[in-house]
């Protein structure tokens, strides 16, 4: 017998069901096609304005930075400044997504913009989220051909742009939107929620920013 | 198994615990870090008790149809371009992991944090045949170095302070300037960022564990505050997911629901930095992410605690509140349990998974406060399943001769009134008169264990019941 | 037309008895002063806790029986302890698993049975008579009563209205004192260390005088700091309330 079946042979003996039960069945094909939501906190159940607001205090509170801007032609500006103010060289990379590549990258001639994944040796790195949760000031990055997840990750610094218009106040809506987007019971290959930059408190729990991860995120808040 | 399984000699450890102070300041720091940073993340959100009602519920219902949850998820897993492993034990498990690393030729492999992999041994087991995974959790990776195993399940190296992090860092990391200063954390975190960056970038394969598997999607979801987890799952071309059976919930909703009690309740944290759902391997035209994606589902007894009395414990999300909150833990710190899992939880698992006899003490090692089970975020009744465990070593005879003749004598007496009435009588009266005015001994024959560290009240003379006789009530 | 007084039995508890008959008086003196009716069943020994969390379900068994036929007749019965009334209330009804009749019987018990302060306060509504208490006080909350019955507010609520008394908090009167029965001999450095941390809590406070409900953990206690030459008084909750403090505190020393 493969181990495949012993286990599953033995959690069946041990609560004494069968496989093919047609109630338990219906149970689980109900909850995984109806997707119930549990709890939601109240929380970040707010009108727009003050949904994100709130996402923008959560940041903060754990140690992220956020600008607001205007419109998403400030974002080369806001890329160049940021740089700027943490004397960091004026380079950058990103993904081909188009709502990055749209960008009046023109107007900031210092700022060398390249493309592609990470491998290293990026100092700062720019995302562009699908959407920004309220609740815990958390950004959501999902992979894709445009998108690659190492630029969230290796840059010692990493600047993502999130939409206000795509600032949730739970995950249950963003979740609805993704199925909406990708399908049923799909997902992009990564999914990533980035609450705050990389930290550490294993040394005698002294927290530390940085660890393996980016030292800072920025956000910039689009609208 | 993994090294250093050494919960028979526990009273042992724990007096060798007791001995260590470096260790018992590192424990104590506890209380304002994790327990004060719990009870701050609670206060601030109305809602958590109804989100641990409702994450019970979701791991309730999710055991009771395991077997169709994880062949929903192997589905989609397999849909996804992944393959899934099933093993029925730690044996199994890491001949598994090793069969893949070597079809892949790995010779450099990456490790983030996972306590499912120090259950089943795997870093000496593929140590053994010539792979040595590198951890890449700072904590994890500091015990590494130290060839030690975790005293904590969330926090590694809690047990150890900086001074000797140093000194571990200038005794391995040979390129490393002696000048070169390591008195602060951020200097050692420096250093380890730097020499971990490389191997990261240099692994062929990478091994995560998951905190949760996503059945509705295929995903497997870990959660890490560092980043090594990520680095560990989309640099190498390959990412195995190593997880035991019990990880598996139903929808992205019951993610998010347990995802709001995970980080609270280990550091207090409202959400820990990277909660990241992997799916599958990488897409066409996707730039980056590991091209092979391999889950490795792990019964080892778990299976078998379905429908006893302990499937409860199958809830745990492993934070670490029940540990953090335990006041024998915060006495002893983790290695004395001498087994995996410390704590309130390990004293419940490890005897399911290591067997009884070994781990007798650790059921025993608890007062039952049950603060454990007051900060539980999956509500798990942890005193009672440690009583579940003294009732099957007490059925077993395994209870020690003198405690169970104590016991004997105990019961004797209390099932009779008269005699026990006549002998707590004498016995108080003698205590009485040997405390004298003093009003408590320093010394009791029998009872050293108690008088070795406090005194013993004396009693005040006559037992109630005499008293109350004596002034003709009833 | 005038309501019956309540028939309380006193289940005085087998450490109460053996250790510290004042807390059983007062426990009388407070209910009878509350209004209601006072008997003490003489063949009352022990709970059976001991057995129970021995793994010794058998003999807890035993001794559940014989509580619940010697307290069955009363209307409700009162126990100046949180760790046994808690045995009685929460874990009685679980050993007769499968028996229908002794299970109804235990939880017909386990619904009319009560923790002292808890009865007070929750049941009856009263104000303990005025007493009076000069200095400060800190109070332990003993694990069983705090996390299976609730008990928290109950007893700061009643030392409220003792005059002169102030009571001023741990930084953790949740923590465990460490005494767990067998635990505190069978693991006694362990023990020893958890007590220490309460003695240390206990002596931040500046407080003269530690009160708790439970006799066990007041031993626990008692004991550390006499070892450790402290002054602080340790009384049971009930004494205080009683005004029963005339005689030498736990482990004190004797006229």
Redesign the interface.
Known sequence: MSSRDAILGRIRRSLGVSGTDATRLAAVHHRLTETPVNVVPARGQLPDAERVELFVRKACEIFATVARLDSRDEVPAAVAEYLRDRNLPQAIRRGEDPRLASLPWEREAQLAVTIGPSVGRDLAGLSHADAGVAETGTVVLTSGVNNPTTLNFLPDHHIVVVDASTIKGDYETVWANLRERFGAGVMPRTVNLVTGPSRSADIEETLLLGAHGPRSLHILVVG | MSLGLTSASFPKNAHAALANPPLLKAIAHIEETLVGGRRRAVDALPEFDALRDAGRDIKAHTLKHLDLYLEAFEKKVVEAGGFVHWAADAAEASRIVLDICQAAGARRVTKGKSMITEEVGLNAFLGANGITPVETDLGEYIIQLRGETPSHIIAPAVHVNKEQVAADFRRVHTDLDPKRNLDEPTSLLAEARGVLRERFLSADVGITGANFLVAETGSTVIVTNEGNGDLTQILPKTHIVLASIEKVVPTLEDVATIMRLLARSATGQEMSVYTTFSTGPRRAGDPDGPEAFHVVLLDNGRSAMLGSEFEDMLRCIRCGACINHCPVYRSIGGHAYGSVYPGPMGSVLTPSLQGLEKAAHLANASTLCGRCESVCPMRIPLPKMLRHWREKEFERHLTPKKARFGLAVWRFFAARPHLYGAATRLAAWGLARLAGKNGALSQVPLADGWTRWRDLPAPEGGTFRTEWAKRGRK | MTTPKPRVGLF?T?L???????I??SAVKLLEDAGCEV??P?????C?Q????????G?AR??AE?VIALFEGFDYVVIPSGSCAGMIKVHYPDLFVGEPGWRLRAERLAAKTHELTSFLVDVLGVAPLPVTWEGTATYHDS??GL??LGLKAQPRRLLSSVEGLAVREMS?P???C??????????????????D?KAADIKVTGADLLLSGDLGC???I???L??EGSRVE?RHVAEVLAGMTS??A??????
């Open positions: 005085v087998c109460v008895d053996f250790f510290r008959p004042t059983g008086f008997s003490v003489a063949a009352q020994t022990c059976g001991p057995a129970y969390n021995s793994g010794d379900r003999g035993a001794l014989q694990c069983s996390r299976e953790d949740e923590a465990c460490g005494f767990g029965g067998a635990f505190c001999v069978k693991y006694d450095e362990i023990s020893n260390a958890i007590v941390r007041l031993l626990n008692a004991g550390k006499k070892r340790v005689g030498p736990i482990g004190g020393t004797r006229k």
